[in-house]
């Protein structure tokens, strides 16, 4: 991909570093880890890896808590480590993109226990303190993400500080001038190191309402998510302000040679406000598209978030599709429900949308979520919530590598950090021998998309198709479509030559004519030009 812009083209890959390899034998992963296993994501045919992240942190929210954005987390390496990481990668055609969290620290960072100290301290508004109410209760309504109010009082002080996630984690002041030319700093520090860009964690909500208002409580209008946590989140995230961090943030990426990336944790309730967050192609690269991740997997709700993307997105910004990540069940399991059928299809969705993919490892082998007991939680969430919530260390276990004790994550023997799910049933090691298992459709969709111009940078047009299919055009020589329901069924006007099939058997080089006829769940590549 070199000269083009990687990140329109590519594939990214996300890497869940505790889980990918432990090459120590201390039952956590590492960046060693990663980087024996770059022959495979080279195999494999990705173009960078997002890292979750990689810094000191304490673990209150395993690693969403960071006490040094400079340093790295000891289990995983040191600052060696990534420099190898980063060469090695390179040496392969691999960029790195690490992940950032700005919204808040961990209470250990050094920048917070001198915060805390005193109302005069040097960092006090470096975070959000706020005086209680008269009758000693919060400074307002805000609720945390994770559960409880977002304040915590700081007996010494006799103040509140705010926590839109754990008390563990004080949100930062963005109001502070000192808090944006310390976090330049870090972006520099990474970028000259040759990190190829950021995921920017909550990058929708790290300025807060200058002056605290309540949010407004949700009414039975509001979408279920917004009734569940009980309030609309207008004055502690999306605010109009940062708008203003990131178009700064993306000068600083392109101020580089080649720019970096941003990759925005977009967590907002429509497809309409995460368009806001490329700006005029002065903000986000890339901003995550959650609605299309937690909408049901049905042809016409799948299509019409993908239309209602495509308009909003402008002509400056490029979608990203993604499926499953660390804090969402599994595509094979949310999706998929297990049915390796649905699962291809939907990762033959991601791979030929008009915009960049973003795999979480084990996509590409069809890892489900791994089923946990109570006593196996790591995750906060988890902790806090059992068993109304089974927390995200489902959707975290080690990457089974082979059907070996350890599952080649491990040496045998060794207690991993969260249990190995069912290596037997499924492994990359088996699934590379097999031509016909998902492992080796995805490496061959991946090509496919490499050899054609039309699936790298192609417009997108929905074709007319009946109920349960969506199919769409991809330039002017390839067509994709997918039979999302039980029934064989066939998209008419199809003409040209299956280029590939969720079925592997016999349908690659298959004439079609006038339509093309698709099994229950299946879904295909069709040629009808030379690109
Ligand atoms: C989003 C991250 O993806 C999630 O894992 C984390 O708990 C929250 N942000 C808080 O940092």
């Not at 700005?102 to 001198?114: T, V």
């Not at 178009?247 to 977009?266: F, K, Q, V």
């Not at 459709?441 to 007319?464: E, H, K, M, T």
Request: aromatic share 10%; glycine share 10%.
């Amino acid at each position: 991909m070199a000269g083009r812009e990687w990140w329109r083209e590519g594939v990214i890959y996300q890497v869940y570093p505790r889980s990918f390899r432990d090459s120590d034998g201390d039952g956590n992963g590492d960046l060693s880890g990663v980087i024996d296993r770059l022959d495979y994501l080279q195999w494999l045919g990705v173009d960078a890896i997002w890292l979750n992240p990689i810094t000191v942190s304490p673990n209150a929210d395993m690693g969403y808590d960071v006490a040094d954005y400079c340093g790295v987390q000891p289990t995983f390496g040191d600052l060696d480590t990534v420099d190898d990481l980063i060469a090695e990668a390179g040496k392969r055609d691999i960029k790195i993109v690490l992940d950032i969290v700005p919204n808040h620290s961990s209470d250990r960072h050094p920048w917070f226990i001198d915060s805390r100290s005193s109302r005069s301290s040097r960092h006090r508004d470096w975070y959000v303190w706020a005086d209680p109410k008269t009758d000693g209760s919060p400074p307002n309504n805000w609720l945390s993400v994770f559960g409880g109010p977002a304040w915590t009082l700081d007996q010494a002080s006799g103040q509140y500080y705010l926590h839109n996630f754990l008390p563990e984690q004080p949100d930062l002041n963005w109001w502070n001038p000192a808090v944006r030319d310390a976090f330049d700093e870090i972006y520099r520090f990474w970028f000259d190191r040759g990190v190829a860009g950021f995921r920017i964690d909550v990058a929708h909500g790290i300025v807060k309402d200058r002056e605290l208002r309540d949010n407004p409580v949700a009414t039975d209008d509001d979408p279920p998510d917004v009734r569940a946590h009980g309030q609309r989140t207008v004055y502690n995230m999306e605010r109009p302000e940062v708008h203003d961090v990131l178009r700064r943030w993306r000068a600083l990426a392109n101020s580089y040679d080649p720019s970096r990336i941003l990759l925005g944790e977009t967590y907002v309730l429509d497809v309409r406000t995460m368009g806001r967050f490329y700006g005029t192609g002065d903000e986000l690269h890339l901003a995550f598209n959650f609605t299309f991740i937690h909408a049901p997997f049905e042809a016409r709700a799948l299509a019409e978030v993908v239309a209602e993307s495509e308009l909003v997105i402008p002509d400056v910004g490029w979608p990203v599709w993604t499926a499953s990540n660390h804090d969402v069940s599994r595509v094979m399991t949310r999706w998929a429900k297990g049915d390796e059928r649905k699962h291809r299809s939907a990762l033959l969705s991601l791979l030929t949308l008009r915009g960049t993919p973003v795999l979480y490892y084990g996509d590409e082998i069809g890892m489900p979520d791994t089923p946990l007991g109570k006593g196996d939680r790591q995750d906060p969430l988890g902790q806090r919530h059992w068993p109304e919530s089974r927390g995200r260390d489902p959707e975290r276990t080690p990457m089974p590598w082979s059907n070996e004790p350890g599952a080649g994550f491990t040496a045998p023997g060794v207690r991993p950090w969260l249990p190995i799910g069912d290596a037997t049933a499924r492994n990359v090691a088996d699934q590379r021998r097999d031509p016909s298992s998902t492992l080796t459709f995805v490496r061959d969709l991946i090509a496919v998309r490499r050899q054609r111009p039309d699936l790298r940078n192609g417009s997108y047009q929905q074709l007319p198709s009946p109920p349960g299919a969506w199919a769409w055009q991809r330039g002017r020589g390839t067509t994709v479509a997918l039979n999302l329901s039980d029934q064989p069924l066939r998209v008419p006007g199809v003409a040209g030559t299956v280029v590939i099939s969720t079925e592997r058997s016999s349908r690659n080089g298959e004439r079609v004519d006038g339509g093309l006829s698709l099994g229950p769940w299946e879904g295909a590549i069709c040629s009808s030009g030379s690109t």
